[in-house]
């Protein structure tokens, strides 16, 4: 009897240990909020480009109007994957708080086939066009939240958009967009930056191990190999940064950005840095590209965002109905490397916009 009852009293304490986050979770109080979600880039029934964005508003308790939970499948507008069709004519509602312009890269034929091969194909559905952009504006008067996100004005968002989008949110495109690969032979390569590459050189593709790939929008490729990489490339926060937010830490960044230059009434809160050997610097100053360049931008007094990367973007559907301190979410970036910046950093930058966003 005596023994069981030392079990017992030794494993209660695990089991509430074990139940707590999750009893937790149901026992916070949730919140509500009116978000508007723009994503036209969703060829499959992942949602993987705002996927980021709809689990922290569950595991934040987000809620709407009607009390009810934000659905991946349902809450945004964009392409419908079941339905095989985009949505037209974007209506904003007049109470919203936050809307959120996950990605508008769009959908190409390339991308519906069962295994895409990655090739460039004719364009579907997408861009950012200057009739949502107007009514986005229109809504977000003074008090909305708006945060926009990579890729929501390069191609194939038309340039007098682009202008106008660039001129309100304050901040210019360079026309560089890049991204870290861990194998530079792997499948992840698109073949049109291959094929770019080795007509531009004259020369085959024959990089292996991890390095850099730059691509401007007139399809210049530049490559930076590992050897010339002293660092991956990170993300790291300004004074104004940690001062906004809590717990965003120096994060690894391995997924694609873009390179923008703001205007003096957008505060950089995060930079990406890439640090390189001599011979690497050399190869991106002969390009003029920089070494340093903004990640996160914030007009606090228009309430306005940039981030300029594909933040929200995972790889998969983690469940999120748990609640434990904010360091723990560290853990999650030794498993998923590739998402260090989801775990360390997205989730904290957007409990707190959405915090504000009332």
Known sequence: MKFKYVVMMTLLPLLIISVYPFLSWHF??????????????????????HLGLFWVLDHERVVDGTEEYYQKENDYYGYDPVEGKGDT????????DLIYIADTYGIYTN????????????????GLNIFDW????????????????????ASPTDKLTRSIVEDEMGFKWS???????????????PPWLIQNYEKQNDKKWTFDGEGLAFVHESDEVVIIEGENLNDRVMVNWTKA???????????????????????????VEANYHIDLNKEGQEKLDAHDIPST???????????????????????????????????????YSYFKPDEAFFWNNYIPVMKQIIEESK
């Open 175 to 189: 026309g560089w967009v890049g991204r870290y690969f861990s194998d530079l032979s792997s499948r992840e390569i």
């Open 293 to 331: 360049f903004p990640a996160v931008l914030h007009n606090s007094v228009e309430k306005k965002y940039y981030f300029a990367g594909d933040f929200a973007d995972i790889s998969a559907d983690y469940y999120s109905r748990w609640d434990l301190p904010t360091e723990i979410y560290s853990v």
């Open 28 to 49: 916070k109080a949730p919140v509500e909020r009116s978000i508007q979600v723009i994503d036209k880039t969703v060829p499959k029934e992942d949602y993987r480009e």
């Open 241 to 267: 940064g940690i001062e906004h937010y809590t717990n965003v830490k120096k994060s690894e960044y391995r997924y694609w950005f873009d390179i923008v230059k703001p205007d003096q009434q957008m505060n």
């Open 89 to 96: 004519g974007l209506t904003i509602a007049k109470d919203v």
């Open 111 to 126: 991308d519906l086939q069962d295994q895409p091969t990655g090739e460039r194909s004719q364009l579907i559905y997408g």
């Open 134 to 153: 107007n009514k986005i504006i229109e809504a977000k008067g003074d008090d909305v939240t708006l945060v926009l996100e990579f890729n929501s004005i």
